[in-house]
């Protein structure tokens, strides 16, 4: 019984959250639920959730989605944001979490941790200059950022107020973290 308790809870949870990041890649959803020791649950999760059409599974990219047209619209900077994030509840404990809004851009990922607010940037190169300008007029009162580059060598370039920490994310979710003051 108590299995099956947790069985539903983690189809409630997961259901919640391909809803909330639309496209998550399988990786991504055995690792959220692995931090609190319920990833066994995970496969017949998805499967329940994908044979009542809550869910769609793209077999070619093993992309878990909340629509069956989801995947065309998989944004690469979410998909590294939600690796940042899933590291980061290695580190501390992070109340609430969700996708930032467009306005937000170059923003992807807000989230809460140990009553602070922080969020999660991807910045590709092509995008420095106008990630700079976009900082240079925002004022964003106690909010730590964490950005994402392709590169390390992109680091130096990139001036946002508040950078708590600098990453690059390889595949599978290996997560490189740098600061800027120590270059």
């Known amino acids: 019984m108590e299995n099956q308790n947790k069985q539903r809870d983690v189809e409630r949870e997961l259901k919640e959250l391909v809803r909330k990041y639309n496209v998550l890649d399988k990786g991504q959803v055995y690792a959220y639920f692995g931090k609190t020791g319920r990833d066994r649950f995970v496969g017949r999760a998805i499967r329940a959730l994908e044979k009542g059409h809550s869910i769609y599974v793209c077999r070619e990219t093993k992309q878990v989605a909340s629509s069956d047209t989801a995947h065309a619209a998989w944004e690469r900077g979410l998909g590294l944001s939600v690796w940042v994030l899933l590291s980061l509840m290695d580190q501390?404990?992070?109340?609430?979490?969700?996708?930032?809004?467009?306005?937000?851009?170059?923003?992807?990922?807000?989230?809460?941790?140990?009553?602070?607010?922080?969020?999660?940037?991807?910045?590709?190169?092509?995008?420095?200059?106008?990630?700079?300008?976009?900082?240079?007029?925002?004022?964003?009162?106690?909010?730590?950022?964490?950005?994402?580059?392709?590169?390390?060598?992109?680091?130096?370039?990139?001036?946002?107020?508040?950078?708590?920490?600098?990453?690059?994310?390889?595949?599978?979710?290996?997560?490189?973290?740098?600061?800027?003051?120590?270059?």
């Open 92 to 183: 501390k404990k992070i109340e609430e979490h969700f996708v930032a809004s467009k306005e937000e851009y170059p923003v992807r990922i807000v989230f809460v941790g140990d009553g602070e607010i922080y969020d999660i940037l991807y910045v590709p190169p092509e995008d420095i200059e106008v990630t700079n300008q976009l900082f240079a007029r925002k004022n964003i009162d106690e909010c730590g950022h964490i950005v994402i580059v392709e590169e390390p060598e992109d680091i130096p370039k990139i001036r946002i107020p508040d950078v708590v920490g600098y990453c690059t994310v390889k595949e599978e979710g290996q997560i490189e973290y740098y600061r800027k003051d120590s270059r």
